[in-house]
């Protein structure tokens, strides 16, 4: 336990002292007040009077406010590990108690837990809430895992941090998930189930309008975030 909090005071002073990672923290508090406040105003000031509103699309808004968290999460928890690994650090743990794996599990176990407790807090942040807490957990769980299935592709595929920069920029194609789900006729959706996002956005919208199959879709999604978490982290090397 004691590495394990000299790495999380690490964590916490490496991240104080850069702005784009405060940036990359606070954003899905940021987001969620722009939907909370910023929206409800335009529709009242702006849009009146006009066919449609903002506020109209607020399911979406809350998918995609959803999946911002671990985003963030998972490129932070990333760079994190791209840059312990061009340091060497990586390597040092292997004469220290803390192996690779207690390592791996704590960089991954964290943003999941950090991006699950901060999502309970960003919807009524958001005024938005259309799950029962009963389904709310896992869907929100699910979506958690986004988190280090991000930042294992990160590290898997970037050999350092400016390569990392255009992974992540690739891997923000998740967030386009809950758009594919919500306006693209249900054949076609499919095309987009190669993001694991698309079956968290799946059981968010049939837990949000009532389906009867929503646990279906959560065991969905759940099976293949496990499995990518699994793959991903197989192709983890502590030296790139």
Same mark, same amino acid.
């Given at each position: 336990?004691?590495?394990?909090?000299?790495?999380?005071?690490?964590?916490?002073?490496?991240?104080?002292?850069?702005?784009?990672?405060?940036?990359?923290?606070?954003?899905?508090?940021?987001?969620?007040?722009?939907?909370?406040?910023?929206?409800?105003?335009?529709?009242?000031?702006? &849009?009146?009077?006009? +066919?449609?509103?903002?506020?109209? %699309?607020? /399911?979406?808004?809350?998918?995609?406010?959803? @999946? $911002? #968290?671990?985003?963030?999460?998972?490129?932070?928890?990333?760079?994190?590990?791209?840059?312990?690994?061009?340091?060497?650090?990586?390597?040092? &743990?292997?004469?220290? +108690?803390?192996?690779?794996?207690? %390592?791996? /599990?704590?960089?991954?176990?964290?943003?999941? @837990? $950090? #991006?699950?407790?901060?999502?309970?807090?960003?919807?009524?942040?958001?005024?938005?809430?259309?799950?029962?807490?009963?389904?709310?957990?896992?869907?929100?769980?699910?979506?958690?895992?986004?988190?280090?299935?991000?930042?294992?592709?990160?590290?898997?595929?970037?050999?350092?941090?400016?390569?990392?920069?255009?992974?992540?920029?690739?891997?923000?194609?998740?967030?386009?998930?809950?758009?594919?789900?919500?306006?693209?006729?249900?054949?076609?959706?499919?095309?987009?189930?190669?993001?694991?996002?698309?079956?968290?956005?799946?059981?968010?919208?049939?837990?949000?309008?009532?389906?009867?199959?929503?646990?279906?879709?959560?065991?969905?999604?759940?099976?293949?975030?496990?499995?990518?978490?699994?793959?991903?982290?197989?192709?983890?090397?502590?030296?790139?």
């Amino acid at each position: 336990m004691r590495q394990i909090a000299t790495l999380a005071l690490g964590d916490l002073k490496q991240i104080s002292r850069d702005a784009l990672m405060i940036l990359v923290t606070v954003a899905p508090v940021l987001l969620s007040l722009v939907i909370g406040y910023a929206v409800p105003w335009i529709d009242g000031t702006w &849009l009146v009077g006009l +066919p449609f509103a903002l506020g109209d %699309y607020d /399911l979406l808004s809350l998918s995609f406010l959803l @999946l $911002v #968290s671990p985003l963030m999460l998972g490129v932070l928890s990333g760079f994190i590990i791209l840059d312990e690994r061009d340091e060497g650090i990586l390597m040092q &743990l292997a004469v220290t +108690p803390l192996s690779h794996t207690r %390592y791996l /599990l704590y960089r991954m176990l964290g943003p999941v @837990l $950090v #991006s699950t407790v901060l999502s309970f807090f960003v919807m009524p942040i958001a005024g938005i809430n259309p799950l029962s807490l009963f389904e709310m957990i896992p869907i929100v769980a699910t979506m958690a895992l986004e988190a280090p299935i991000i930042a294992l592709a990160m590290v898997s595929f970037a050999a350092n941090k400016v390569e990392g920069m255009a992974v992540s920029k690739v891997l923000s194609l998740i967030l386009i998930a809950p758009a594919v789900v919500y306006f693209v006729p249900s054949v076609w959706q499919y095309t987009a189930g190669i993001l694991p996002s698309f079956w968290a956005a799946k059981a968010f919208f049939a837990s949000a309008r009532g389906s009867e199959d929503v646990w279906f879709w959560i065991l969905c999604s759940l099976c293949y975030h496990l499995f990518l978490v699994w793959f991903l982290g197989r192709r983890f090397r502590p030296r790139g």
